[in-house]
């Protein structure tokens, strides 16, 4: 019973998500946050199928102004190939990931690496002081290091201006979009059982309405060291024993007949992937060694989940960047003036 009025909700929370959406759009500045309410109401509608997110973005979202649209010179990148980007679109509409061919080179990730080494970093889950990630010994599963930290390191500030990922992910949710979202983390064989606190049980994200992810592994990473594993063709469809919010563990998974279609993304340091993670992914929980990962998003809008305006120090090319393409950087304007 309380599964079937469940269902029939589903409808007015998608009504009311649109009409929240707009509202958010609408909102001259953008509004700091949504409200609880709204966020659970869209999670909620998104049950109904994965790709409902991109219908409310497409009929909520008009973004009129000309520069949303303004990416910078992809040829300027040094991390995506040009001639990859039509095929690395198709790649993710077609299985809802792509792996690229070109690697990122050497001396990039070395440097992120070695930063990550350094950084400050946050014990997921555990009441411990930020500190520097303890390599040799860690205690936690998972070290988060914060987004304002990262953007210390040149290189990571080169990875989330890059105008190559910020043309895919226009070109594949097919509006103007904005980088919404780093992430920059270590992932350990420790404390395998808070997996699920630790994104490393399979699930949807649903944070924003429409947008994509990029992944860029900074250490090698085997079938026993963490790889990403993704549910081939679940940014399109997910069955319905699948379909609720939440995590799914892999006999779920298994039960619904689709292990088949699971891939696990293995690669040296500095494969780069593009992954629709409205479908089914998690990270698999190393067991031989950790991982160091960094990822981006980029989202046609800050409706959903809280989002962070982080101040930084600029790189030169970060400046050209935000001077090329200021709607995909924009939560970056307050430390480009000057
Ligand atoms: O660690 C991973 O590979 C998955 C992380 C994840 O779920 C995410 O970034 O959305
Ligand atoms: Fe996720």
Not at 110 to 136: N, Q
Not at 140 to 166: H, N, T
Not at 216 to 240: F, W
Request: charged fraction near 25%; charge should be neutral.
């Amino acid at each position: 019973m309380s599964e079937l009025v469940e269902n029939v909700l589903r409808y007015p929370r998608l009504m009311r998500t649109l009409r929240d959406a707009r509202a958010f759009e609408a909102g001259n500045p953008t509004p700091a946050s949504t409200d609880g309410q709204a966020q659970f109401r869209m999670r909620s509608a998104m049950d109904l199928n994965p790709r409902i997110g991109k219908w409310i973005s497409k009929r909520a979202i008009q973004q009129k102004a000309p520069l949303a649209w303004n990416i910078a010179d992809v040829n300027t990148s040094r991390l995506v190939d040009p001639a990859e980007i039509d095929t690395a679109v198709a790649g993710v509409r077609k299985r809802g990931f792509y792996v690229f061919n070109q690697v990122v080179g050497a001396s990039i990730v070395t440097a992120i690496r070695e930063y990550a080494e350094r950084a400050p970093c946050k014990a997921r889950g555990f009441d411990l002081p930020v500190s520097k990630y303890p390599r040799s010994a860690p205690l936690a599963g998972r070290y988060d290091i914060a987004e304002k930290v990262s953007l210390g390191c040149p290189e990571v500030q080169e990875f989330v201006s890059d105008p190559g990922m910020a043309l895919i992910a226009q070109k594949y949710l097919e509006q103007p979009v904005m980088m919404d979202e780093v992430a920059f983390w270590w992932t350990t064989t420790q404390h395998s059982e808070m997996a699920n606190l630790n994104a490393q049980l399979f699930h949807q994200d649903r944070d924003r309405l429409s947008f994509l992810k990029f992944f860029v592994y900074l250490t090698d990473v085997s079938p026993d060291t963490g790889p990403h594993v993704y549910l081939s063709g679940s940014h399109r469809d997910i069955p319905r024993s699948l379909r609720g919010d939440g995590r799914k563990d892999d006999d779920a998974v298994r039960a619904a007949g689709l292990w088949g279609d699971v891939s696990e993304i293995a690669g040296p340091a500095g494969s780069l992937m593009a992954v629709d993670t409205i479908g089914l992914h998690k990270g698999k929980t190393p067991v031989g060694g950790d991982r160091l990962a960094l990822e981006i998003e980029f989202a046609t809008s800050l409706f959903g989940a809280d989002y962070e305006r982080p101040s930084l120090e600029p790189t030169s090319l970060m400046r050209d960047r935000f001077a090329q393409m200021p709607w995909v950087l924009q939560r970056y304007s307050a430390s480009m003036s000057a």
